[in-house]
Each structure stands twice: as C-alpha cells, then as structure tokens.
C-alpha cells in the first residue's frame, strides 16, 4: 500500500525560463495580435460587402411578376 520510506521530491530545475520558450511565447503573442487584426478586418469587409449589396438592390430594375392576358 503505502511506502514506509519518505520519497523526496526533486527540486524544480526548472524555475527559469529557457530561451526557446521566450521565443515561443513571443510568437504567440505576435500571432494574437494578428488574430484579433484579422477579426477587425473580416468585420470590415462584411460592412462594405452589406453596403455593396444594399447598393446593387438599390439599382436593381423592378420586375414585375405580373401576367398581362390578351382581351378578346
């Protein structure tokens, strides 16, 4: 079941942050900030794609549905 005998941990021999994972994290933060520069744009362009097609509505002739029949 349990050990009679005390098992140390070991120390964290990792308590410093090695280079790499600066550079990771400095990537990352780099690639948030274009995350959320690309979500600003897609609004954007969904903007002026809505305004495009309000405008080509707009400038759409009329057509009628409506059927003349011939009088006799």
Do not use: G, W
């Not at 900030?33 to 600003?40: A, D, R, S």
């Not at 097609?53 to 011939?70: C, D, I, W």
């Amino acid at each position: 079941m349990f050990s009679k005998f005390k098992v140390a941990t070991p120390p964290n021999a990792y308590h410093y942050q090695l280079p790499i994972v600066e550079v990771y994290e400095a990537e990352i933060r780099k690639l948030r900030c274009e995350n959320e520069l690309l979500k600003v744009q897609v609004v954007q362009l969904n903007e002026v794609l809505a305004q495009l097609q309000l405008q080509q509505a707009e400038k759409a002739p009329f057509r009628s549905t409506e059927r003349v029949f011939p009088v006799d």
